[in-house]
């Protein structure tokens, strides 16, 4: 016993060398990520807010709480949440000795029959850290499964956005589009008096109709999609019956503050690049596991019991027995399986290093994108607004020189188009913002409570 002893404290001595106690430190960075996505703009801190604070609309959270419920993705990645806790259960357990107890009978037909049973226990000492780094490596899986179950979490809640929001685009287009079919309506039934009157034509009544047609084509259209996108969502919902009562688009409001620069700390926050670093620490700690299968391993056990002889009954023990051992048995020739797998332990290292760098990276240029569509979309809804004014005033004036004067008609048709036109315009530009909003969202890592 004292020789295994001996064995253990020089392998021990060499520890230090081997690094099979190391720790996981992330790797430095081929590029700095705080400098991804700067901007002179102020944004909130949209990483801090829950799904329910980043959307108040009352109609879009009764709809992300359906999916939320339903998502068979989310539920998948909570299952295997779930097969990550065992694990780890199990390798925490892994450092207790394990114990069972066992009982045996024999009889003859010349010897006396024979009953033994006791307990018995071995424990492996964990002297060259294979136990430590199987508990640290299920530790980061277990965190890793977490952060995966975040992600789709977030993807599911911005899909539902998405899907809301389109809805309201449409929806708002389609209320553009009626309000325009009915002064269409007017300006024909103007255009028919001014020709019984004789100072208009009848190709201007046609022109108007065809233009009117033109109009309740685009109105047919996007019922169409609205129904296409109803139907979407409520297979997002995982529900053909939901009910997809909804706000309007003008009625939505979010966080109107941003924040200047991205830092790593950030981006870091994305569960999808925390799961990556936690699979990056899991390949560390496999690397010190294939190294340990190098070492001696030492383990202790013992048993205690009894046996009984025939009449002396189970309770009434002819004889105790109990003894000790410890072994140690060192690996001397595996046929390259032990180089194999410490070969592969590096590589899945290299690579879960590279993905999550390339993680890193197009995390910052997700936020980047986001918040330069943001910014693009507030400005040309400002500029919407202008042209709309400018255009509502040439429909008015137009319309009053055609009721007064011998002005051409066609002025009036396009300048009725062009205010369409850019009433869509806008609408879908404030769709483009709350698009991009959402995306930023969803790009720091958003949407998880």
């Known amino acids: ?254 966080p109107d503050t941003l924040f200047s620069g991205i830092t790593l700390a950030m981006l870091s926050n994305r569960p999808d690049v925390r799961a990556a670093e936690y699979d990056l620490q899991k390949s560390f700690y496999d690397i010190n596991v294939a190294r340990a299968a190098f070492y001696p391993s030492l383990r202790l056990s013992g048993n205690l019991g009894w046996t009984t002889t025939s009449g002396s009954g189970v309770a009434n023990p002819s004889q105790w027995i109990a003894n000790a051992l410890g072994s140690l048995s060192a690996p001397l020739f595996s046929r390259g399986t032990n180089e194999a797998n410490l070969r592969t332990a590096k590589a899945e290292f290299e690579i879960a290093s590279l993905t999550f760098s390339q993680k890193l990276l197009d995390a910052g240029i997700e936020v980047n994108d986001a918040l330069s569509s943001w910014q693009t979309a507030v400005e040309r809804l400002i500029l919407d607004k202008k042209q709309i004014v400018a255009l509502k005033g040439a429909v008015h004036n137009t319309r009053l020189l055609m009721r007064n004067s011998p002005t051409n008609y066609l002025e009036v048709l396009t300048a009725q188009q062009r205010l369409l036109d850019a009433e869509l315009s806008e609408a879908n530009d404030r769709y483009a913002a709350i698009q991009a909003v959402i995306s930023l969202y969803h790009a720091l890592g958003g949407g998880e409570r």
């Open 1 to 254: 016993m004292k020789s295994i002893y001996c064995i253990a404290a020089l392998s021990l001595a060499a520890l230090s060398s081997c690094g099979l106690y190391s720790k996981y430190e992330r790797p430095a960075l081929e590029y700095d990520v705080s400098d991804l996505g700067r901007n002179d703009s102020t944004l909130s801190p949209l990483a801090a807010l829950s799904w329910r604070e980043m959307f108040a609309d009352s109609c879009l959270q009764s709809w992300i709480d359906r999916g939320l419920e339903r998502n068979t993705d989310l539920r998948v990645a909570q299952l295997r949440t779930e097969e990550a806790a065992a694990t780890l259960r199990a390798s925490q357990l892994a450092f207790l000795p394990s114990a069972s107890i066992a009982a045996e009978g024999s009889t003859g037909h010349k010897s006396a029959s024979r009953f033994t049973i006791g307990p018995s226990a071995s424990w492996e000492i964990d002297i060259f850290g294979r136990q430590r780094n199987l508990r640290l490596g299920a530790e980061a899986s277990f965190y890793g499964a977490e952060a995966y179950a975040q992600a789709v979490r977030t993807s599911v809640v911005a899909e539902i956005a998405n899907g809301y929001y389109t809805l309201l685009m449409l929806d708002e287009q389609l209320s553009i589009s009626e309000r325009t079919l009915k002064t269409w309506d007017e300006n024909i039934r103007v255009l028919q008096a001014l020709k019984r009157a004789g100072r208009s034509n009848e190709a201007a009544v046609l022109q108007a109709r065809a233009n009117r047609m033109n109009v309740e084509n685009s109105a047919l259209t996007l019922r169409n999609r609205i129904m296409l996108q109803e139907n979407a969502v409520r297979s997002l919902l995982l529900d053909p019956e939901a009910d997809l009562s909804r706000g309007s688009l003008a009625g939505q409001s979010f």
